[in-house]
């Protein structure tokens, strides 16, 4: 009867290992509805049984390179995980919509931990709270109502956000008990799903020269490179704080550092065009900035969340179900949407 | 017909003053419904004067004296308001609950931005976000996976909150979106109305050694003068998190700090013992502790609020009606609610 | 030791009964905090025991008369409990508020089963869910689009409430996922408080002309009797929905029932002028109204919080804290509201 | 310029007509952003002019026969939009799968209305208020705590939500603040997703005995046709309530009628295997049941939110963006969803 279970192969899921997104409960569930094999950097298959493990596969999970004639030779296929977080070009998409075959990936899981940081990072450039704690370390700490100069509370502040995906939603409803206004920028969404979010849909334009909080968390495609300009960035008004957590090259960094170091607003971010930056970089002296380094995507307990994600779909793609919890590679979007992953 | 507006008299409202606590809107609104006089710091009544004004006020906004023998002069006396935020002894409780005088302060104007700063605390500890941000000033940080070791999400941590008053819930509130099952001791409170915020009422043994995080949000009163003491923050659990938001007198604060030097549990604090703290004190050099110096009652834009509270419960005692908005003294602890203000 | 236990006497609970209120849990909580004597309609103290029991009791759960002769003979009094839910002219309440004697009643328990009984009569109007049942009755039922002429979905609809006390602010919660903009009336407070629940605070001709669905949970007073008069109820919109849950007593009833006779709006009511109605009310015969016979308290179920409420307030009380979860009686209000019971 | 507008195809959207679904304001909309051509039972076109549209058509709308054959010609093809409410035979989706077609339908507005009902429908059977009002009307009506014999409160009873798709989802968030324990029984939806709305996935026997208010709010699939049998609804606990409004082919509805008719539980339905049922038929007379003839899906104003549904995700699509709105055909699911529409 067990002989019964398909194969599901695990082919490359490098940066991940195994027991990183599997925990012991989300093994025993892979195995109980699928024979396993696994072809990681510790354990490579030999040619001829990668072969036959992929002729057989109802479903991969990994990173293996997947050009169209590998595909063809995969013949039971009916699911692919990318448990790294993005559509790299290591598939052939469009062979997959043509065959029916879904693309997953985990990035969902990433989505509530770097939004949690980016309400944090929200709170501390309101109230000030890094910087007044570095002021205690050399004794230059203000108190009582003088430390709260230029400070405002998040309650109630006029909010912005670039981009209303996975973490802009996640961050939305961490918003929720602040009552704040939100302003949303998002070309992707149509009005009406701004809104059921309880969120106003505005131009960047607007966005930008009317909040006081930006949090800029939209994903980086082939469209948007640098979409975040140095005109853009001057909309913004004095003493407001702008918070990058997504992908560093949808902003001008220069200019991006060069107004915060200026004190034309105050700023946070997670993310660089290079990582690391250099030991010299002037960003590591600006007082009205936070600096994070691409560490939103949260603690490794995170990653254990993934197993799980895959096995919900798993289950229902082996059960002749769609999926419902992964993110799905959409033929329209697939290819314009390349990049670093949120977190390594 | 404006003779008839009754009078209210601002007397000693310092450390507010008149335009910190009215801004135009409010001040309009109290002046419509009442004739002012005020004896403050830049204009101090005659005695005479000053003593014809009690005689006639129906409220007094401000922390003046009012020993027995100058209540029993105030023949119309309905309502007093403490607008610095605490039920300082310069008032005859006594008095004022046998004589139906509604005895008023403005402290839950500070609830929110207090709440508003622990959780900004919460999830710079969890996440170590302020300490990230200080390695980068000196090019030690970390990057990815690495820099979050002994980090955790603030979404979904056990919570404790010590003392579900004001602030407290103001608190919970906002803890909402993150799905923490929240354990709270209270003495103050039934049961019931634990459970009706949706948290677990706990004795603080429980609290202390169960929970991720830890919101020390009580007031301080005749009875709980460091209750929570050494031993008590021994119970607290390896690498949770202890913010001190409300009172220093609570807590044993030596023991505090040494827990936190030793990084026993990593720490936040607004409030110290003595204030400003000397400038050895060890606490500075704590890597694990975010030091805020008595500023978590927010920016002089909260105390806008103040008059707005004040003008609401006024309106209704002047028409006949209970106050609803200001936190009342209550006979049965005003005696016992002694101390500094949360936020000068 | 037990004899440390403070004397509690239920003095004349009716119409409640002992076991309708305490179930075994909260008897023995009741027991493990204080002597318990019961004077009821079964068993009646001798006139020496009762006097006894009156001069030692720390609290008095029930309707005895209490004028202030007896009063002074209570010498140990700390709080008295109503539990039937009015406050009734039995107490001298100025002599209460003098010496520092909380007067409590339990009528919170009833606010959720009459905003429940609202949403449900709310509901079937707009959606003539009750009539269309009827309809199916003597076959005269109409099926798919024609059926649901002159409805209209509650969700996102204009909601009026007047009174937004206990019942209100229940109400108000069990419609907030419905998206409705509310509007209220309610003189007792301020604004503020009104929008702090996510409504608009409103005078009575606008609420009555704007709002689709009106909810009346108005308590009565000595100075709001018929403030629904005629004209008031002309005021509202042709097709809405006008429901009655608090009391008969601040609408013209008369009024009442011949505009919706009329067809002039849609309604619903729990509560008669006179109860039971007679046989021949043409009430009974107008097809746009919901009738429910003085029954939105609830079921006896309901009576069982009655117990742990009293429990509640009364161990704050023994400790010499404030109660919390009952009612108070308000120097301010208390003469105010008399009337018939909300549910017997 | 206008020129380059894509051509939008409108042809047979029956039962649906133009107006019905676009109001001037999405009728604009739609106009702004393509030329759109009308083939409907008013407005015929010629056959060649008819082919020509397909020929050309980006999108269609509405249920014309589309073949494989008849797509061969549609060249532009990029969307197809279901205004009715179903997947029905008419359109061959493994060609649209294997082309990157979308097709849509509009389902997801019928979820909020039908969920509305279910409310109203739960608190009434929950509460006994419709039968109390048809009591009124012969004189038998009783009052107050009499009138609530077998009635319980909706607040915090055992909730069972049978499929937790469009309709159920909405439901449950009508539900929130009713603070029910909530558990589901839905085999298309991994436990997590579940879980995230609050509730516990449960086997269907487990919450058939143990839940008070069953809403039975499945979709009716090849699959899943009577699964609801008498040995499933006999596990019903006495006194509970059944409510069926999603499609009555899901359950063996003698069994559901004998036993509602013999106070095995209370009931209601919006479905009805054959519509409209016979005059005679008993149902129309059992007590403890909620009749409503296939008029859950709303009033017309329902179907003006069409329009807005069809034009937010056409502008999407002719954007080169996935849709977000309508309900998608899934290459896994589309042949087994057939049936009647939820509302006609």
């Given at each position: 009867?067990?002989?019964s ?8 899921p490098?940066?991940?290992t ?25 354990h ?27 595909l ?5 296929l ?26 997953l ?11 949690e ?7 501390s450039?309101?109230?000030n ?10 004794g ?7 430390s ?22 996640a961050?939305?409803?961490l ?5 704040c206004?939100?302003q949303?920028y998002?070309?992707w ?11 106003e ?26 979409f975040l ?16 957590l997504?992908?560093?090259?949808i902003?001008?960094f ?9 004190g ?10 290079e ?10 002296r ?8 691409h ?5 490794a ?17 082996l ?17 314009q ?8």
């Open positions: 009867m067990t002989e279970r398909p194969l599901v192969l695990i082919a490359d490098s940066p991940r195994v027991p990183m997104i599997f925990d012991a409960v989300q093994w025993a569930r892979l195995n109980a509805v699928a024979r396993v094999r696994v072809h990681d950097e510790q490579r298959l030999p040619a001829a049984e990668l072969e036959a493990a992929l002729a057989e596969a109802a479903a991969i999970i990994g990173q293996i390179d997947l050009p169209a004639g590998r063809e030779q995969c013949r039971n009916r699911t692919i995980f990318n448990v790294e977080g993005n559509f790299l070009p290591n598939v052939d998409y469009d062979y997959c919509f043509r065959h029916g075959i879904r693309v990936n985990i990035s969902p899981v990433y989505a509530l931990p770097v939004a940081l980016a309400l944090g990072m929200a709170i450039s309101a109230r709270l890094a910087a007044a704690d570095r002021a205690f370390r050399d230059s700490e203000r108190w009582g109502g003088d709260n100069l230029g400070c405002f509370l998040l309650y109630g502040a006029r909010v912005g956000i670039i981009g209303l995906g996975d973490i802009g939603t961050l939305r409803r918003l929720e008990p602040f009552h206004p939100v949303v998002d070309p969404l149509p009005p009406s799903l701004v809104r059921e979010q309880g969120c849909p505005v131009e960047l334009g607007q966005l930008l020269r009317t909040s006081q909080v930006i949090f800029v968390v939209a994903g980086v495609t082939a469209g948007n490179i640098g300009g140095r005109a853009e960035l001057e909309l913004v008004a004095p003493g407001s704080v702008v918070l990058l997504s992908r560093a090259a902003v001008d220069d200019a991006f550092r060069e107004l915060a170091a200026a034309r607003f105050r700023a946070g971010t997670d993310v660089f065009p990582e690391p930056i250099a030991a010299d970089d002037p960003i590591r600006i007082d009205g900035m936070i600096l994070s380094g560490r939103a995507g949260g603690p307990s995170v990653y254990q969340d993934i197993g799980q994600m895959v096995n919900d779909d798993l289950e229902l793609v059960r002749g179900l769609p999926p419902r919890v992964c993110k799905r590679a959409e033929p329209e979007t697939v290819k949407m390349r990049g670093k992953p949120v977190a390594c």
